[in-house]
């Protein structure tokens, strides 16, 4: 079974970057489309961006377009996000998610669905303060 691991978050100062990565066990992530989702205290989970099976299509909220990048690297079986001029209002804890029916290839559908994901990491702590 497929198994996820979040890695990469931590402390940063507004204007700097992060570099997250979903790291994949059990089952190659490229038979899978990769979501990053994040939840900040009393807030929904929502989804920051997605990207398909094939690493052809990806797909960002309008919070994080421009300053998000969403990538695949096949060789270590990952799927990162790298996070550029973060702002405190990035602060969660973000989580990467496997969904079997690659619904980020197409563009339009539920691939920011939360329940379009049935394979979840722990999370790692994204923490943006002056």
């Known amino acids: 079974q497929l198994q996820l691991v979040e890695s990469g978050g931590g402390l940063s100062q507004p204007g700097r970057s992060l570099r997250l990565s979903c790291a994949g066990s059990g089952s190659p992530l490229n038979s899978y489309g990769i979501g990053w989702f994040r939840q900040a205290p009393g807030k929904e989970r929502e989804a920051v961006s997605c990207i398909s099976a094939a690493g052809s299509n990806t797909m960002y909220a309008d919070s994080v377009k421009g300053r998000f990048t969403i990538s695949r690297d096949k060789a270590k079986n990952t799927v990162n996000l790298q996070m550029d001029n973060l702002n405190v209002e990035d602060t969660a804890i973000y989580y990467c998610?496997?969904?079997?029916?690659?619904?980020?290839?197409?563009?339009?559908?539920?691939?920011?669905?939360?329940?379009?994901?049935?394979?979840w990491g722990q999370g790692t702590q994204v923490t943006v303060s002056s």
């Open positions: 998610a496997a969904d079997p029916k690659n619904r980020c290839a197409a563009r339009n559908g539920r691939y920011f669905d939360p329940d379009s994901y049935n394979s």
